[in-house]
C-alpha cells in the first residue's frame, strides 16, 4: 500500500489544480540543482542534515506517491563496479552522526538516476516514470518498488524500467517498521554521475545517511570522494581521447570562468568545460553574475598518457643460481615530469620464452614487482593504467639457471644436462662430477651438454654435481664467481 499524500498537498492540488503542474516542474528543477556531492567510502560514511517543513511534494515520481522534504545528492564513480547503499535516516539526539541506542530511526525513501556525464545536468533529463510497456511513454504507475522486485532496476543495461532510473524503494507503511532501505547501482563506469532523492516523510529534525555496504566484495566500484572539496578535483589522464569532460564548484559561487590551454574563456553560470587538448586548466568562480567579485580558484592538469614514452629496466634481486628471482621493472618516463605531477597509474606484464618465442607469463598487474620467477629468457612490458597504445616492451634479459634434472632416454625432451642461459658466457668454465668428486664431463658453453656417459658407457640414475665459474651478470662490474650444485639423472 503506498502512503498517503499529505493533507498540505491535497490541500494544494485541490485549489489550484490548473496551474499546479507549472508550478511542480519548477520546483523539481529548482531542488534537482541544489543537489550536494556524497561519497561512501572505507575512510568515512558520511551523514547530512535532513529537510524539514516542505510541503512541496513531487507526486508521482517513479515509484514514489509523494516526495515530501527531499533532500538530493549527487555522487562520481571512481573504480568501476557494483556499488550497494544502505540508506537511513534518525534523530541524531547527540549529533554525533552514529545511530546510538535509543535514537530513534526514521521512515526514509528514495529514487536514484544515471549514469550522467557531470553532475551539471538538466533536470528534464530525470525519468518521472518507468516504460515496463516498452511503449516509449514513461508512467509513474508502471514503475516498481524494489523491495516487491530487487531486480526489476538492475536486469539489463536499462533494467526492466527502460528508463535512467537506477533504483527506487519505499517501505509500505511506517507501521512495518522498515528503516533502512538499498540503492543498487549495477556496472556503474569510472566517471559517471548519479543522482539521488531522498525523502523525510515524516517531517521529523534528523540526518541522513548512505553507506556503502560491499566496498570489500569483488568486484565492487567506488565513490570519488575527491567531489567534496572545492574547485577541479583531481589531475585527469587521458589516452588520446579529447575532448575530456571537466567541472568544478565553489561554495558561493554563481558564475564562473575558465582559463585554458589557450587563454581565458568567458564568463558562464555552468563550470562545465569540454577540454579538448592536454595542459594546465583553471576555473575561478565569483559571487556576482558579471564575475568580478572572485570566491576561488582551482586548477588540474590533464596529461594525454597515450603519448608518453616509457623506458624499461628491469632489475634481478637475487644472485645468478638463486633457483627462484624477484623482477623489479624500472620506468622513466618522457616527458620526465609525468610521474612527478602525480600520474603513477602504470601496469606491468612479464613475457617468457617457453622455446617457441615469448608468451604473456603473468598478465598486466599494477605491482612492477614479480616474485617467484625461475630462471629463463623474459621481458617486461609497461604502459599506463588501460592505455594500451603507450605500451613499450624491454630488452630480452636472461636470468642463469640449472635444471633439476634430466632424463637422457632418446624421446627428445630433456635428453642432455647443460645450464641455462649460460651460452652467451664464453668464458665459463662448467664441470659435472660423480657423487664421489670425479671428473665426468667439462662442457663448452652453448655446447650441447652431457648425455649422461662417461667413456662411452651410460652412467646410473643418481644424483650428480656441477661447478661452474662465470661472471655474475646482475652485478655491474660483471664480478667472477663459483657456484656449485647438483641435479639428478633419471633413467
Not at 509500505?172 to 523525510?200: C, D, H, K, M, W
Not at 585554458?260 to 555552468?270: E, F, K
Not at 623506458?311 to 634481478?316: F, L
Not at 617486461?380 to 640449472?402: P, T
Request: charged fraction near 20%.
Amino acid at each position: 500500500m503506498a502512503k498517503a499524500i499529505p493533507k498540505i498537498s491535497l490541500l494544494v492540488l485541490t485549489m489550484f489544480m490548473g496551474t499546479t503542474s507549472v508550478f511542480a516542474q519548477l520546483d523539481f528543477d529548482v531542488a534537482c540543482r541544489t543537489a550536494q556531492p556524497f561519497c561512501s567510502d572505507a575512510a568515512q560514511e558520511l551523514t547530512f542534515p535532513n529537510i524539514t517543513g516542505e510541503d512541496i511534494s513531487f507526486q508521482g515520481l517513479g515509484c514514489l506517491d509523494s516526495t515530501r522534504n527531499s533532500s538530493w545528492y549527487f555522487l562520481r564513480i571512481d573504480e568501476a563496479g557494483e556499488l550497494i547503499f544502505d540508506i537511513q535516516q534518525w534523530v541524531d539526539i547527540n549529533t554525533n552522526s552514529n545511530l546510538d541506542r535509543g535514537e530513534r530511526q526514521l521512515d526514509v525513501d528514495f529514487i536514484a538516476w544515471g549514469p550522467f556525464t557531470t553532475s551539471f545536468i538538466n533536470c528534464d533529463d530525470l525519468a518521472r516514470g518507468c516504460d515496463t510497456a516498452g511503449d516509449d511513454t514513461p508512467r509513474p504507475e508502471e514503475c516498481v518498488n524494489n523491495v516487491d522486485d530487487p531486480d526489476y532496476y538492475t536486469t539489463g543495461p536499462l533494467g526492466l524500467d527502460n528508463t535512467n532510473i537506477v533504483d527506487c524503494s519505499f517501505a509500505r507503511t511506517p507501521e512495518e517498521n522498515v528503516f533502512i532501505e538499498t540503492l543498487t547501482i549495477p556496472n556503474a563506469q569510472s566517471g559517471e554521475y548519479y543522482f539521488i532523492l531522498i525523502t523525510n516523510f515524516s517531517d521529523e529534525a534528523g540526518v541522513i545517511q548512505l553507506q556503502q555496504t560491499n566496498l570489500d566484495e569483488d568486484n565492487a566500484g567506488t565513490t570519488d570522494c575527491s567531489i567534496l572539496e572545492p574547485g577541479v578535483g583531481q589531475d585527469i589522464a587521458t589516452c588520446g581521447e579529447f575532448p575530456v569532460s571537466i567541472e568544478g564548484r565553489f561554495p558561493g559561487a554563481i558564475s564562473y570562468r575558465w582559463v585554458t590551454p589557450s587563454g581565458p574563456q568567458g564568463v558562464t553560470d555552468i563550470p562545465v568545460l569540454q577540454a579538448n587538448a592536454p595542459g594546465v586548466y583553471e576555473l575561478i568562480g565569483y559571487s556576482d553574475a558579471a564575475g568580478t567579485v572572485e570566491v576561488g580558484r582551482d586548477e588540474l592538469v590533464i596529461v594525454d598518457v597515450s603519448a608518453i614514452e616509457i623506458t624499461i629496466n628491469p632489475v634481478v634481486a637475487e644472485e645468478s643460481f638463486a633457483g627462484s628471482y624477484t623482477i623489479t621493472a624500472e620506468i622513466t618516463t618522457t616527458p620526465d615530469d609525468i610521474q612527478a605531477l602525480g600520474f603513477t597509474d602504470f601496469e606491468y606484464r612479464l613475457d617468457r620464452d617457453l622455446g617457441n618465442g615469448f608468451i604473456e607469463y603473468r598478465p598486466y598487474q599494477s605491482s612492477a614487482v614479480f616474485a617467484d620467477v625461475p630462471p629463463g629468457d623474459y621481458r617486461v612490458a609497461a604502459r599506463y593504467r588501460d592505455c594500451l597504445v603507450s605500451e613499450r616492451i624491454s630488452e630480452i634479459f636472461m636470468i642463469l639457471g640449472y635444471p633439476k634434472y634430466f632424463t637422457p632416454n632418446g624421446d627428445g625432451f630433456h635428453d642432455t644436462w647443460s645450464l641455462i642461459n649460460i651460452e652467451n658466457q664464453s668464458t665459463a668454465l662448467i664441470y659435472i662430477f660423480d657423487r664421489y668428486g670425479k671428473l665426468l664431463k667439462q662442457l663448452r658453453p652453448g655446447g650441447a651438454g652431457w648425455d649422461g656417459t662417461y667413456n662411452g658407457k651410460l652412467m646410473p640414475s643418481s644424483d650428480y654435481w656441477f661447478r661452474v665459474e662465470f661472471n655474475e651478470p646482475t652485478d655491474p662490474n660483471m664480478r667472477r664467481r663459483v657456484f656449485a650444485g647438483n641435479f639428478s639423472l633419471i633413467r
